[in-house]
């Protein structure tokens, strides 16, 4: 593929080791169920995050969006969560990072299976089904595929259960049935509560239903706000100020010998729109040159090449991305551990990441206007390795 004149105004790419990996196996999300478990005596379980005090009773608070940054840049709109994070006041909030990409799918599955997207299988909001070379989004698991086979490990509350804890999801009763909940968050029982305050309070009364028990709960508004709104807006604000309030209703309603952790799936930025912040692929020759899929989502891009075109179209989105992505061969991003340690991928998994991996740096964006209307117009975004993406809050309360 010859280099078009113009590529010669391109700043210089980024080294592909230069960018931020996941802390996988000391401090990813991936490590949370997984140190709670052990605690709990769970067969085969390693607390690898090492801080955490053994509870007898766990529940995990996921908050779909609440990213550790932009819940330290608002402590007016959630004065609980954020006295969670003084030390001072006897606070232990600390930040973990979400995997690559941060995006929901992925992390969700990190987290019910206590493995990095490179073992789960999860890596991205679209990826390439090998079998049938379609785009599958694994949010909406469309086309479908049967789950089991997509995500064949057990989750840690099958693992829990089956060691004899009590296990229960407390979520909105529209998740109960879904693919992604049944690879990445069964075992036990699932409860369906419609607003936030039933499902604190069931929660809660599943923590006392055992004497060891692994409750997860989860709220996904504040994402919703962030996508249409962005988090600079009012709409999103208000959404923080209602989800700390879940927060603390919780813990005041937590039985003796529990502990409540409070995370999220990801953290978001927004990005402007105008066209140096969002480039469309849908009209860019140049990223179109020898592509035959374009998967991932608009900071987190798995590019798919035609056969034979892959060193090309690592070469020309380099050239054309220059300081604004990291961008790495398939085998490049799995070697230096985007995706789960260092050089570690499961062969199920392989052929599901792109032949071009792109990681965004700066708040911009690969929208595809044409193939994605939807998630091309959304304000906040979200997937790639910068810390207001990446880092997620842990937050912990004792009863």
């Known amino acids: 593929m010859a280099q078009p004149a113009a590529w010669e105004d391109h700043p210089e790419p980024l080294a592909v080791d230069s960018a931020p990996r996941p802390e996988y196996g000391t401090g990813s999300l991936a490590d949370l169920l997984p140190t709670l478990a052990a605690g709990m005596g769970v067969p085969g379980m390693t607390a690898t995050i090492t801080d955490l005090t053994p509870a007898d009773r766990v529940c995990v608070f996921l908050i779909d969006g609440l990213g550790w940054e932009q819940l330290g840049a608002h402590p007016d709109e959630a004065p609980f969560m954020t006295s969670l994070l003084a030390t001072s006041r006897g606070g232990t909030g600390r930040p973990l990072t979400a ?214 179209v690592l070469t020309c989105w380099r050239e054309v991305l220059g300081e604004q992505f990291w961008v790495a061969s398939r085998d490049e991003a799995i070697a230096t551990g985007w995706f789960g340690p260092p050089g570690a991928c499961d062969d199920r998994v392989y052929a599901r990441i792109g032949d071009v991996v792109a990681a965004a740096r700066e708040d911009v964006l690969i929208i595809a206007s044409e193939r994605e209307p939807k998630e091309s117009s959304m304000v906040g975004n979200h997937g790639s390795m910068t810390p207001a993406e990446q880092l997620v809050p842990l937050l912990e309360v004792r009863s």
Not at 209 to 219: C, K, M, P
Not at 292 to 298: H, P, T, Y
């Open 99 to 312: 995997g690559y990409p941060a995006t929901t799918a992925t992390s969700l599955a990190s987290v019910g299976t206590g493995l990095p997207p490179s073992a789960h299988g999860l890596p991205g909001y679209t990826v390439r089904n090998p079998a049938t070379g379609e785009l599958m989004n694994q949010l909406r698991w469309q086309p479908w595929t049967e789950p089991r086979a997509w995500q064949p490990y057990p989750t840690i509350f099958d693992l829990a259960q089956k060691a004899g804890v009590h296990a229960a999801q407390v979520s909105s009763p529209a998740f109960q049935s879904t693919p992604l909940t049944k690879v990445a968050l069964s075992g036990g029982t699932f409860h369906g509560r419609l607003t936030g305050e039933e499902r604190m309070d069931l929660a809660a009364e599943q923590l006392a239903a055992g004497d060891r028990s692994l409750v997860y709960t989860y709220y996904a508004e504040l994402d919703g706000a962030g996508h249409r709104f962005g988090v600079a807006s009012d709409t999103w604000r208000g959404q923080l100020m209602y989800v700390d309030r879940l927060v603390q209703r919780l813990a005041e309603q937590l039985p003796q010998r529990s502990a409540l952790y409070v995370t999220a799936d990801h953290g978001m930025i927004d990005v402007p729109f105008d066209d140096q912040h969002r480039i469309d692929f849908d009209e860019d020759w140049e990223l179109r040159a020898g592509v035959a899929l374009l998967g991932g989502e608009g900071r987190a891009r798995h590019v798919y090449a035609l056969p034979g075109a892959e060193n090309d």
